[in-house]
């Protein structure tokens, strides 16, 4: 039997320090929004021939656009600029003007054009972060009520770890939070609460039919027991995301890396995070 305990502190301790380590980059280096939440014109662009983003953002910049690149492919380079304009498909064209004249001999078309207004952002922005706390909330409420206050206390730990652990990694690798990293994170929440119940499940269970045996004895007993069921679906899932990330695309390639993070985040939190806060709580501990 696996020993899970064992080294809980050391497991709290280091996901503390991921947490500090996210916490000092956002303080430093700020949450890279899309377009999406913060406002202005995105717009892809296509070339003839490959070229590189650090190429196209040369361009631009000394024809005096501000402009966040990346490639979508060797011939394809996402283009964000912050200045929001009511002609979103003129702001597109002059862009594509200035790549063409600055980067003769490779003909320039625009793919897709997207933008929003700076205060269209800032509420898609402020409802996200409203969902990911109505939706902390309401599970609190649901595994006080379906087991003890101590057990919902633990889960909503291993909740927020896990969203606030998805989100530290965009923000360490500079990475974009779009919505669909909004929309990655609030599935990762369904799917590691209910990880978490299957486990909580056990341990109430075995509380009654393993009196003799302490708590800690009880918890890993519960934890080994739900084990090969935890890794298998976790395993699954991770492998279909896997596929998504490899084939899906660049429009997919954020959606799948958060799930991907989520799931390997939510499978530990689930294990080394709820149910250790739990019985710090726990009335018969």
Known sequence: MIDFLKYRTFNLTISALFLVVS???????????SVDFEGGTQVLISFAQPVNSEQVKHVLTTKNFSAITREFSSTEVLIRVKEFTGDARGQAERIRSALAEGIPGNEVTI????????????????????????GLVLMLLYVAMRFEFSFAVGAVASLLHDALTIVGAFILFGLEISPNVIVAVLTILGYSINDTIVIYTRIRENLHKLKGNSLYEVVNISTNQTLTRTVLTSLATALTVFTFLLLGGESLRDLSLALLI????????????ASPIMMMLHRGA
Do not use: C, E, H
């Open 262 to 273: 989520g799931i390997v985040v939510g499978t530990y939190s689930s294990i080394y995070i």
């Open 23 to 33: 916490g000092v980059a956002l303080f430093y280096r700020g949450m890279n929004f």
């Open 111 to 134: 793919k897709a054009v997207d933008s929003v207004g700076p205060a269209a952002g800032s509420n898609l922005r402020q409802n996200s972060l409203y969902a990911m706390l109505i």
